[in-house]
């Protein structure tokens, strides 16, 4: 599959843990954005990586943080998680996504429990 | 601040009955507006860009600067339309092109 891959599909945890979530983009896709998707809040961006560095930040909490490596997959650290964190992540990736709007791939999300 | 609106959460139409799916934006400047649509158990995909002006899968939309609007319309419904529709917008010139999404709308496409 020369998609957007996702791993985990499903995970669940407890109040106070640590999670990575991890994605990788598609073959030559430079740029992985992540969205946290909730019932109350709905698709909402959290943060972009261009070719390892962070390029944009929407409303991603302090607890959390991600990074791209230098194989250009990212990693999402869901740190203190509460239950309220609850939610479906969705990876995205573009080839660029710094000079113009190039179309984002979605990978089929990681759907974490908080319990 | 960038904002879209989708006012329906759930619409059902008759087979062969027009579809009007409805989105609104707040934005100040020239933004890009997409619709996305996930079919179940199937990932995020696009399905029109407001520049690329295609007809895909049978489905319109025009950009409405004044009004703010960017419907989704096709005129004959299929039940192979049954899903969630998502109306998004990207922003122009600030480094990053990052989706606002509407909280979709699901369309339920009645046999």
């Known amino acids: 599959d020369s998609g957007v891959t996702q791993t985990p599909k499903h995970l669940i945890t407890a109040t106070g843990q640590r999670v990575t979530l991890r994605c990788s983009p598609r073959?030559?896709?430079?740029?992985v954005y992540w969205y946290q998707q909730s019932l109350d809040q709905g698709l909402q961006f959290l943060i972009q990586?261009?070719?390892?560095?962070?390029?944009a930040k929407g409303n991603i909490l302090e607890r959390f943080s991600a990074q791209q490596f230098p194989d250009l997959h990212s990693e999402l650290n869901l740190s203190s998680l509460e239950l309220g964190d609850s939610a479906l992540y969705f990876c995205?990736?573009?080839?660029?996504?710094?000079?113009?709007?190039?179309?984002?791939?979605f990978g089929p999300g990681t759907r974490l429990t908080v319990l | 601040a960038q904002r879209v609106t989708q006012p329906e959460k759930l619409l059902s139409v008759f087979k062969g009955a027009p579809v009007e799916l409805k989105c609104n934006y707040s934005?100040?400047?020239?933004?890009?507006l997409f619709w996305y649509v996930q079919y179940s158990r199937q990932r995020l995909q696009l399905l029109l860009r407001h520049i690329s002006r295609e007809s895909i899968k049978g489905f319109t939309a025009d950009l409405n600067k004044g009004e703010t609007s960017f419907h989704l319309k096709k005129p004959f419904a299929q039940e192979e339309d049954s899903a969630m529709y998502y109306c998004a917008l990207s922003g122009r010139g600030a480094g990053s092109y990052q989706l606002t999404f509407g909280k979709g709308t699901k369309l339920s496409v009645i046999p």
């Open positions: 073959s030559g896709d430079l740029s």
């Open positions: 995205a990736s573009s080839v660029d996504g710094r000079t113009g709007y190039n179309e984002q791939f």
């Open positions: 934005y100040s400047g020239s933004p890009e």
């Open positions: 990586y261009y070719n390892g560095e962070e390029r």
